[in-house]
């Protein structure tokens, strides 16, 4: 295709016949595109010489070169490589995104004195050893909750320096003392014993339980010599934890070396791509993603980008890899498609994989595209995105406490239909069970009253529940919907104020959702709505508790009739005002006498 303000004859004569890498320039010197060739000059020619073989989309590519810079490498799998960081480094406009917009959770076994085993979403190569991704929790949490069972790991946040030990600037915690930690900040255990137990951390981590299965079986051994049956027996049980874990996991075969597997599936403007990572034997971690197509890639072309973005992100590197298309390309390893036996099975499980998330988001588009158009709902779509919910929430209900100082605790709900507050749904209610400011069983029992009424009126649920509060305030009201066996069958989040943190059930780890986004301030604004809604009782509840305590004062003048004398004249002005007959009316002749005599005698000091 003839550009008539690029030259690219020019441009090509002095391109080589050699593997390399091309970026292509717009007018304004941005790159709009990087690519990779096992023979430069073929490949950039084919963009102007065949253009009766291109889409619309590469077509308005090349009209829009206008400069070419080419890099030579001395292999295609450099070339890969390459190109890879080129496109995270530059994001052109026509090349397909090599980004996840989730940011999954790593495990990181930190380089600290007796270092800690934490969950992150961010990497900091400084703060020690990362493993993961995790794009599944659950295996996350079993791995985690394993080795609270196997090892003494500390959990505090000292920094336990020889000087500081030594210096006592530290007392063993709670974990000490139920055996969850063995006390290195007292000096109680040394750091080589310590990291001894760390080792082992690193080699489950990698997928490599055999070292851990020995590590016990010898020290299991070792008491055993010395006569220290109960604690032999203690390395016995931690091997069968080992064990059952290992039964746990999706064993493929332990003749199988290390491999990793993709697969692909695609339609016409996105890519689907699994990956599953097997370490002898055992699948250790899985990821699909979705890739948005911009040009005419070929799934074989967008393969093997991933391959190489996924092995890069999981620090693999197996000598097998295992897909379903065939792939002409040095990837420094082996590549295999499967036909028969325990490798073609693993291959079957990948491959369901990916198709059952390219159903599942082929369903949800189509689901978006029927929906209408307005800006209610696009902002309803764009929370159902970002909560990942199986159905818009067009009515949300959300509970907030109100205690003051500790004093009349209150609960409200507010009820939004359509992303609107509907006022005549919006609910009060009186803690009636709890005594003392206590947000937790608060919360729990407003929402056991809201949705016990819900279900004994039929009203129907929401489509969605939200928590003013954290962690704490959000289990308790999954308690209570558990209660109602109701957990799981209504989303349900909570709102952290101070950096107004998403959590969901069961997930420590909070979403940040853009601090701009539609969706995040329609959760803000029903929040705050809630909120207000609960100060404003509170306040009432607060100014009505104070008129009765002042009728209190009277003799023979209780709290029942005190409320009784409020409700009918409506404040204590006129019941100081009201004749001694309509008082005697309410509340009988001789308590009428007392609450005249009581206000006159206030008037007279």
């Not at 091997?239 to 999706?250: A, I, N, P, Y």
């Not at 069958?489 to 998403?502: D, M, N, Q, S």
């Amino acid at each position: 295709m003839a550009n008539p303000q690029f030259d690219y004859k020019t441009e090509l004569a002095r391109i080589p016949h050699e593997p390399g890498v091309y970026r292509y320039f717009d007018a304004t010197g941005e790159v709009i595109y990087v690519g990779k060739a096992k023979d430069l000059r073929n490949r950039v020619s084919s963009y102007f010489t065949n253009s009766r073989q291109h889409d619309r989309k590469t077509l308005r590519l090349v009209s829009q070169i206008r400069k070419i810079e080419f890099t030579i490498v001395h292999t295609e799998f450099d070339a890969l490589l390459l190109e890879n960081q080129l496109i995270k480094r530059y994001l052109p406009k026509y090349n397909i995104l090599l980004r996840d917009d989730k940011t999954y959770p790593f495990i990181c076994v930190t380089n600290e004195p007796f270092p800690r085993v934490i969950t992150t979403r961010r990497i900091d190569r400084k703060l020690g050893t990362f493993y993961g991704p995790y794009a599944n929790l659950k295996p996350m949490y079993t791995v985690l909750e394993m080795f609270s069972q196997l090892f003494t790991i500390r959990t505090c946040n000292y920094n336990l320096t020889q000087e500081n030990i030594e210096a006592g600037k530290f007392k063993v915690c709670l974990e000490y003392h139920i055996g969850n930690c063995k006390g290195p900040c007292e000096g109680k255990q040394s750091e080589p014993d310590y990291d001894r137990d760390i080792e082992q951390v690193h080699s489950i981590l990698k997928g490599q339980l055999k070292p851990a299965q020995e590590y016990f079986r010898n020290r299991m051994v070792e008491a055993a010599e010395t006569l220290a049956f109960e604690q032999a027996q203690q390395y016995k049980d931690k091997m069968d934890v080992l064990q059952r874990f290992q039964s746990k996991s999706t064993v493929v075969n332990p003749k199988i070396a290390d491999a990793d597997v993709f697969t692909i599936a695609s339609d016409e403007n996105c890519a689907y791509v699994n990956f599953m990572k097997v370490v002898n034997g055992t699948i250790i971690q899985t990821h699909t993603v979705e890739v948005k197509k911009k040009l005419d890639e070929t799934d074989a072309d967008i393969l093997a980008m991933m391959i190489v973005e996924f092995r890069g992100q999981y620090g693999s590197t197996a000598k097998e890899i295992m897909t379903n298309i065939p792939l002409d390309v040095d990837l420094k390893a082996e590549i295999t498609i499967p036909q028969i036996g325990d490798k073609k099975k693993l291959l079957d499980m990948s491959l369901k994989n990916v198709l059952y998330f390219r159903r599942e988001r082929q369903d949800r588009a189509a689901a978006e595209a029927t929906a209408s158009a307005s800006k209610k709902d696009r902002v309803l779509i764009k929370l159902k995105q970002d909560l990942q919910l199986k159905s818009l929430p067009r009515r949300i209900e959300c509970f907030d406490n109100s205690n003051i100082q500790g004093t009349n605790p209150v609960s409200a709900m507010v009820c939004f239909i359509d992303g609107k507050p509907a006022n005549k749904e919006y609910r009060h209610f009186s803690i009636k069970t709890v005594v003392g400011p206590n947000d937790f069983a608060s919360m729990h029992e407003v929402v056991t009253r809201r949705y016990s009424r819900v279900l004994d009126e039929q009203t129907g649920l929401p489509d969605l529940i939200v928590i003013d509060g954290g962690k704490g305030q959000l289990s308790a009201a999954c308690d209570a919907l558990k209660a109602l066996d109701l957990y799981g069958k209504v989303p349900i989040i909570g709102i952290a104020k101070r950096l107004e943190e998403i959590y969901f059930p069961e997930d420590s780890l909070p979403l940040y959702i853009d601090k701009k986004s539609e969706s995040l301030k329609l959760i803000q604004r029903i929040r705050d709505e809630a909120h207000r809604f609960a100060i404003t009782y509170h306040r009432d509840k607060r100014s009505r508790n104070s008129l009765i305590s002042e009728l209190e004062n009277i003799e023979g003048i209780g709290k029942k009739t005190a409320a009784r004398l409020l409700t009918y004249f409506k404040g204590v002005k006129k019941i100081r005002e009201a004749p001694i007959e309509q008082i005697a009316e309410v509340v009988g002749a001789d308590k009428a006498r007392k609450v005249k005599e009581y206000f006159e005698g206030i008037e007279n000091t």
